[in-house]
C-alpha cells in the first residue's frame, strides 16, 4: 500500500458516499489484500454486491488490484492509499457539497459502528491495552483560526508517528474529530 494520504475530488468523493465502500476501504487497509469473495463474508454482502462496490472504488483511485497475488480464478485488490482527509471547506458548487455531504455522513456512520464495537471488546482486552485506551473529549472556546491551528497542530503529530514492528503491536485508532458544538455556532446563540 501507498503509505501516502489521498486528498479526494468531489468525484473521487463519490465512490465514498456509500457506507459499504467506506467499510472495505477500510478493510483493505487494515487487513491487507483481499477477493471479492473474502471481503463479502466480511461485510454480509454477497459477491455480486461486493465486486460492484470494489469496481466503484477502483474506478475513483482508492483500490488496485494486487496482480501479484491474483490467479487465473480470484481477482485480489489492495488498498492504494493509507489514509484518506477531507477538505471540510470543500468546494462552492452545490452538487459537490451534497457529495461531500452524503461522504461525510458514510464516514460517520462507520466510525460510529467502529467506536460501538471497540466499547462492547473494551473488557475482552488484556490489562495493558485496556491502560492504553481512552474515550475523552474536550469542550473549549476558540476562534476558527486558533481551532485550524489546533487541528494541524494535531494532525502533524499524527503523521510523526512511526509504526512499530513489534509481535506485541496491533492496528490502533486515532481519530481526530474536531468540530463547532453543534447549535452553538451560526444558530443565533
Do not use: C
Not at 111 to 117: M, V
Not at 145 to 161: G, P
Amino acid at each position: 500500500m501507498d503509505l501516502t494520504s489521498i486528498t479526494p475530488s468531489p468525484q473521487q468523493m463519490k465512490a465514498l458516499t456509500h457506507p459499504v465502500r467506506v467499510r472495505m476501504l477500510g478493510l483493505l487497509r487494515i487487513d491487507g489484500p483481499a477477493t471479492a469473495t473474502t471481503l463479502a463474508a466480511r461485510l454480509g454482502l454477497n459477491t455480486g454486491a461486493t465486486s460492484y462496490h470494489l469496481r466503484q472504488l477502483a474506478q475513483a483511485g482508492f483500490v488496485d488490484e494486487a496482480t501479484e497475488l491474483g490467479n487465473a480464478r480470484d481477482r485480489w485488490w489492495k488498498a492504494a492509499h493509507q489514509t484518506t482527509t477531507t477538505d471540510t471547506a470543500g468546494p462552492a458548487e452545490p452538487e459537490a457539497r451534497d457529495t461531500l455531504d452524503a461522504y461525510l455522513q458514510s464516514v460517520v456512520v462507520v466510525t460510529t459502528e467502529r467506536l460501538q464495537r471497540s466499547v462492547e471488546e473494551l473488557p475482552l482486552l488484556p490489562e495493558e491495552w485496556r491502560d492504553a485506551t481512552t474515550y475523552s473529549d474536550w469542550v473549549v472556546s476558540l476562534t476558527p483560526r486558533r481551532a485550524r491551528a489546533v487541528i494541524e497542530q494535531l494532525m502533524a503529530a499524527m503523521q510523526e508517528i512511526d509504526e512499530e514492528d513489534d509481535d506485541e503491536a496491533a492496528p490502533f485508532v486515532l481519530q481526530l474529530n474536531a468540530f463547532p458544538y453543534p447549535g452553538k455556532v451560526g444558530s443565533g446563540s
